[in-house]
T-cell receptor
Framework: EPEVTQTPSHQVTQMGQEVILRCVPI?????FYWYRQILGQKVEFLVS????????KSEIFDDQFSVERPDGSNFTLKIRSTKLEDSAMYFC??????????????FGNGTRLTVT | KNQVEQSPQSLIILEGKNCTLQ??????????LRWYKQDTGRGPVSLTI?????NTKSNGRYTATLDADTKQSSLHITASQLSDSASYIC?????????????FGDGTTLTVKP
């Protein structure tokens, strides 16, 4: 079964550094998402992306964050200047359509970001 | 504000026993409700989905129920196995929002002991 793949699985960075988290969504999916999960807390929506533009974003997704689909397969999340509170597990997800009934979210296994 | 509350927060059961996890929501207008299983260190995986017209849906040993009037759902796990140890997350979607901006519950952490 096709999977969403994320790299790296673990990223350690120093506060103030830029990080890029990478994802390869399922190939015939059209909608792409980033979520974060701080240790011990719930999964939180960051952003959704469709047709090469952001379709929705949460209040967490401020100017420090950006997303890009640089080619036909990759989907990236960039954090410009990391803060300690950015330490979390970041999940990429994709879905075939934007409607939630017929098209479940398929999640990758996450990138654990540790900011020191 | 759309909210999803799950109980209990954590649960420990013996292998072979049954258990039931609860989800209450205030998401409106309601579209659908999904249960996801999240193994430690991995992404959530969809188990079931239900719309307002569905009362019960099964997926193997997992049976989800929905009462759209009281805005409650439950996930029943039968004959638990050690591999059922995971976090179970209730996710509710509102009409008119895309799949990604659904409301996530905090999850119930289930531990199955031999």
């Amino acid at each position: 079964e096709p999977e969403v793949t994320q790299t790296p699985s673990h990223q350690v960075t120093q506060m103030g550094q830029e990080v890029i988290l990478r994802c390869v969504p399922i190939s015939n999916h059209l909608y792409f998402y980033w979520y974060r999960q701080i240790l011990g807390q719930k999964v939180e929506f960051l952003v959704s992306f469709y047709n090469n533009e952001i379709s929705e974003k949460s209040e967490i997704f401020d100017d420090q964050f950006s997303v890009e689909r640089p080619d036909g397969s990759n989907f990236t999340l960039k954090i410009r200047s990391t803060k300690l509170e950015d330490s979390a597990m970041y999940f990429c997800a994709s879905s075939r359509t934007g409607g939630s009934y017929n098209s479940p979210l398929h999640f990758g296994n996450g990138t654990r970001l540790t900011v020191t | 504000k759309n909210q999803v509350e799950q109980s209990p927060q954590s649960l420990i059961i013996l292998e072979g026993k049954n258990c039931t996890l609860q989800c209450n929501y205030t998401v409106s207008p309601f579209s659908n409700l999904r249960w996801y299983k999240q193994d430690t260190g991995r992404g959530p995986v969809s188990l079931t989905i239900m719309t307002f017209s569905e009362n019960t849906k099964s997926n193997g040993r997992y049976t989800a129920t929905l009462d759209a009037d009281t805005k409650q759902s439950s996930l029943h796990i039968t004959a638990s196995q050690l591999s059922d140890s995971a976090s179970y997350i209730c996710v509710v979607s509102a009409l008119g929002t895309n799949a990604g901006k659904s409301t996530f519950g905090d999850g119930t952490t289930l531990t199955v002991k031999p």
